[in-house]
């Protein structure tokens, strides 16, 4: 499988990602559903608490990646969704750090939003992988 960055610019490289991904000669795309700072039993976790939501969010999507054969490097597509922009820039490095050592520097969009499933959530992280 071969996968190319198509960036026209280079301002996106200072936030970890790119403008577009192409892959040819991927095999198998997993879409993963949002991940969010849920435990194992569904109950949301660490209320009001951006870079402890990030990192488990995160985890949560890891394992679901890990559960269908793939890993962080896999992901060409991330989506972020928060009920606060600010807080979700701030504490964005708990996510960028472990995406870089894992070679991952895919396409992404943030959005804010008004709330999500729950109202302790602050974040959602939605991905698709290719292998």
Do not use: K
């Not at 559960?67 to 708990?94: E, H, K, M, P, S």
């Amino acid at each position: 499988m071969e996968r190319r960055a198509i960036n026209p610019w280079q301002w996106q490289d200072n936030f970890g990602y790119a403008q577009a991904i192409e892959v040819a000669g991927g095999q198998r795309v997993l879409y993963c559903a949002g991940q969010t700072s849920m435990n194992a039993d569904g109950h949301p976790q660490h209320a009001g608490d951006m870079a402890a939501q990030l990192a488990l969010a995160l985890d949560n999507l890891e394992a679901v990646l890990a559960a269908g054969g793939y890993r962080l490097a896999d992901l060409v597509r991330l989506n972020y969704y928060t009920t606060d922009i600010g807080a979700f820039f701030t504490q964005f490095g708990v996510v960028g750090g472990r995406l870089a050592a894992a070679g991952c520097v895919p396409s992404s969009t943030l959005l804010g939003v008004t709330s999500l499933a729950f109202p302790e959530l602050l974040l959602e992280i939605e991905g698709t992988a290719v292998r």
